[in-house]
């Protein structure tokens, strides 16, 4: 069973940094994609970061460019996202998400598992 | 940034009835690339539809997407009970992936 549990959120101050983890489990991490979505409290979806197999390809949303930065480490079946610079617009929950694969391919940007969520709360 | 619009906000029908959900697309979506979630209220979305038309493991013969360029649609053909939540659309066709804001389903 595929299971993704995010760790690291909480309580931070305007311009403070925070460093977002998640475990993975149930399938062969180094051999998939992953990524970071959020949802704002009451808001909708809002996609953040991916990162490819091997970390060749990573990409951002315009709003977290240069302030975030997404790595994984596959010996350790973690993937991780640092934020620094965090703004009271970052105040989300953070979903760690693994790429929807069919039986014959899989679709970079998409998302067939998510983790449970962590609350960022960026506040004074 | 490819930036998603989806109509109505809100849908407001009864069991049984059909859903028409639509998304639209500030540019043309390449190759189709086109999904919709499904999210209720205290849970992670679940992906419905890829690929414009493509269901997902496990998701019912009733749940059905269509479109492509700029114009998406997911249609529920007979609305379970369980079916009314909030949908979302998301494009993975660029680099930069986007998500419409959503369409909440209602009961009537």
């Known amino acids: 069973e595929v299971q993704l549990v995010e760790s690291g959120g909480g309580l931070v101050k305007p311009g403070g940094s925070l460093r977002l983890s998640c475990a993975a489990s149930?399938?062969?991490?180094?051999?998939?994609?992953m990524n970071w979505v959020r949802q704002a409290p009451g808001k909708g979806l809002e996609w953040v970061s991916s990162?490819?197999?091997?970390?060749?390809?990573?990409y951002y949303a315009d709003s977290v460019k240069g302030r975030f930065t997404i790595s994984r480490d596959n010996a350790k079946n973690s993937l991780y996202l640092q934020m620094n610079s965090l703004r009271a617009e970052d105040t989300a929950v953070y979903y760690c998400?693994?790429?929807?694969?069919?039986?014959?391919?899989?679709?970079?940007?998409?998302?067939?598992?998510w983790g449970q969520g962590t609350l960022v709360t960026v506040s004074s | 940034e490819i930036v998603l619009t989806q109509s109505p906000g809100t849908l407001s029908l009864s069991p049984g009835e059909r859903a028409t959900l639509s998304c639209r697309a500030s540019q043309s979506v390449s190759s189709s690339y086109l999904a919709w979630y499904q999210q209720k209220p205290g849970q992670a979305p679940r992906l419905l539809i890829y690929?414009?038309?493509s269901r997902a493991t496990g998701i019912p013969d009733r749940f059905s997407g269509s479109g492509s360029g700029t114009d998406f649609t997911l249609t529920i053909s007979r609305l379970e009970p369980e079916d009314f939540a909030v949908y979302y659309c998301q494009q993975y066709g660029s680099s930069r992936y986007t998500f419409g804001q959503g369409t909440k389903l209602e009961i009537k």
């Open positions: 998400a693994r790429v929807f694969c069919s039986s014959t391919s899989c679709y970079a940007g998409t998302v067939g598992y």
């Open positions: 690929g414009a038309s």
């Open positions: 990162i490819s197999s091997s970390s060749s390809y990573i």
């Open positions: 149930g399938f062969t991490f180094s051999s998939y994609s």
